[in-house]
């Protein structure tokens, strides 16, 4: 688990890719100071699995499902990531619990300056919004935000100075992809509420006025 606070951002230093797999290495320092192999570092949103390190990268791999669902196949040499290492128990959470398991990708479609913050205007599909309501929590690239507001195509997020200058979120550019991970709990509300409705729809009674009528009762 993670909590949405970036500790630092980290540099690609290479990419090897595979049929439709990668290994990727990262340059850092912070979120590599306890690190040991098997420990998990939220990049970019996304929670991969360290296979290797030195005193100054980190290196994971990315298996298809991951390349196909996240932005990590947009990386190149050279590109910034955000990363933060597993919360530890006893650790304050000052996001909100992200698991690292994107549920999709969103587009930037707007940047837009007020005073000292940065509005950042997002596109998603329909299967991600239903799940993002107004002041709730989102994690963007592994950002731990909170949405200030949501129509039927987008969403949006302010972002204040220490964000800004923390993160790579407002270096990009519009049009480029960001991960999306939505709060969990409404995950499960959704999830709990279907599974009642179908079992519901399954124990309905077939009797009927009819029914009985057939069947002499009436």
């Known amino acids: 688990m993670f909590t949405g606070i970036v500790e630092e951002i ?13 290994r990727i290495r990262i340059n850092a ?19 991969l699995t360290v296979t290797e390190f030195s005193s100054n990268s980190f290196a994971v791999d990315v298996m298809a499902e991951t390349m196909r669902k996240s932005n ?25 619990l992200v698991s690292g398991h994107i549920d999709g990708i969103g587009e930037i ?18 299967e991600i919004l239903k799940f993002i309501v107004n002041k709730g929590s989102i994690a963007i690239d592994g950002v731990s935000l909170t949405v200030a507001y949501i129509d039927d195509k987008i969403f949006k997020v302010s972002i204040i100075p220490h964000t800004q200058d923390e993160t ?15 709060d969990m709990i409404g995950k499960y509300i959704e999830r709990f509420l279907s599974a009642r409705e179908h079992k519901e729809e399954n124990t309905k009674s077939n009797i009927d006025m009819n029914f009985l009528k057939i069947n002499g009762f009436l």
């Not at 190149?76 to 990363?83: A, C, P, Q, R, S």
């Not at 707007?110 to 599909?125: L, M, P, T, V």
């Open 168 to 182: 790579i979120l407002v270096k990009k550019v519009v049009g480029e992809k960001v991960n999306l991970e939505c």
């Open 10 to 22: 980290g540099n690609i230093e290479s990419i090897t890719m595979g049929e439709k797999s990668a």
């Open 109 to 126: 479609k707007e940047f837009k300056r007020e005073d000292n913050a940065i509005w950042i205007s997002i596109g998603a599909s329909p």
């Open 29 to 47: 320092k912070k979120v590599l100071q306890d690190v040991k192999l098997g420990d998990s570092i939220c990049t970019n949103g996304v929670c």
């Open 72 to 96: 990590l196949v947009y990386l190149h040499k050279g590109d910034n990531v955000n990363l933060e290492r597993a919360l530890s128990l006893g650790d304050r959470l000052g996001g909100h």
